[in-house]
């Protein structure tokens, strides 16, 4: 499932997008702002439009990125902390 931290918008109000699992949630304290896992604290997209833009290319690629396959697993919250949907992995 995909989440807008509507608690941290950007300067310009655009909510940062995290991808989130039931099996390997990602949490926050709301109140003093850390987070459960220092990694989550970089988001996965900075914007709904960058989501978007990823998700639409994923969708139409003839080489779909790597992370596709693991779309709706608990496998890709342990590869968003990574990092692979900042460095655009496509193996």
Do not use: I, K, N
């Amino acid at each position: 499932m995909w989440c807008f931290d509507v608690a941290q918008p950007s300067a310009d109000g655009e909510y940062p997008v995290y991808y989130h699992h039931r099996d390997e949630p990602r949490a926050r304290c709301l109140s003093a702002g850390t987070w459960d896992e220092q990694a989550d604290a970089v988001t996965d997209f900075p914007s709904f439009a960058a989501w978007f833009e990823a998700m639409a290319a994923a969708f139409v690629s003839p080489r779909p990125p790597a992370w596709f396959d693991e779309m709706g697993t608990p496998v890709l919250v342990r590869l968003a902390r990574d990092g692979v949907f900042r460095t655009g992995d496509r193996d």
